[in-house]
């Protein structure tokens, strides 16, 4: 079965800074990665997805993602971080064609300091 | 915003009894799909609907079930409340079942079973 794991449950960064969000995955057949933000009280909006083709995935509000496959991993990242970015960040995973069900890590809290 | 509505926003239930939570996807999209976010917990997949049909189950049990309308509402409906159903249940729709799909998510219905 496909894993998803989110190993920082906090991360914290300077307003201007450069971020990052880690994810790294398990599946046993082709990895659909995704990310999703949420705002408090709201539901999760959609940031980026790698499907297949270059490993550098660009996405919503400046946000980008490096799919890497020898580790596994699907790290979210902006080159500057702005406060308005804090929030809580999902990576999800479908291992197609093998499993139809979308599984979400426990999330990872960015707060963005002035 | 998304286009996906769900009502109502809060609930509170005693141990035993039944909810029906309900849920609005957008206009044209054909799958609906069902989540349990704990407190600090990323979403759960609980079932997902296309076309009407249930098309793939998590781990929940039969007392979890939902129906889908043809108007594009759905129903997520749990007999036998217990303790632990306390928890943000998210509806999520998107256009088809390609499995890259990008999932549009409603804001979310707060259970609380007392």
């Known amino acids: 079965a496909q894993s998803v794991a989110q190993p920082e449950d906090q991360v914290n960064v300077a307003e201007g800074n450069p971020l990052t969000v880690k994810c790294t995955y398990s599946?046993?057949?082709?990895?659909?990665l995704f990310w999703y933000v949420q705002y408090p009280n709201r539901g999760l909006q959609f940031l980026l997805k790698y499907i297949t083709g270059d490993n550098l995935v660009k996405g919503s509000y400046g946000f980008e993602a490096e799919f890497n496959k020898s580790q596994t991993s699907f790290h979210l990242k902006k080159p500057s971080a702005l406060v308005s970015d804090s929030a809580l960040y999902f990576c999800?995973?479908?291992?197609?064609?093998?499993?139809?069900?979308?599984?979400f890590g426990k999330g990872t809290r960015l707060h963005i300091l002035p | 915003e998304t286009g996906v509505t769900q009502s109502p926003t809060h609930l509170i239930k005693t141990r035993g009894q039944q909810v029906t939570l309900r849920c609005s996807s957008q206009?044209?999209?054909?799958?609906v799909s069902w989540y349990q976010q704990a407190l600090g917990q990323g979403p759960q997949f609980i079932f997902q609907y296309y076309r009407e049909e249930e098309n793939g189950r998590g781990n929940f049990p039969p007392r979890f079930s939902g129906l889908q309308f043809p108007n594009y509402s759905s129903e997520l409906n749990v007999n036998a409340l217990e303790l632990d159903d306390s928890a943000l249940y998210l509806c999520?729709?998107?256009?088809?079942?390609?499995?890259?799909?990008?999932?549009?998510f409603g804001p979310g219905t707060r259970l609380t079973v007392l």
């Open positions: 206009s044209g999209h054909n799958t």
């Open positions: 999800a995973v479908r291992d197609v064609p093998l499993d139809d069900k979308i599984i």
């Open positions: 999520a729709s998107s256009l088809d079942l390609r499995p890259g799909d990008e999932q549009f």
């Open positions: 599946v046993s057949g082709n990895p659909y």
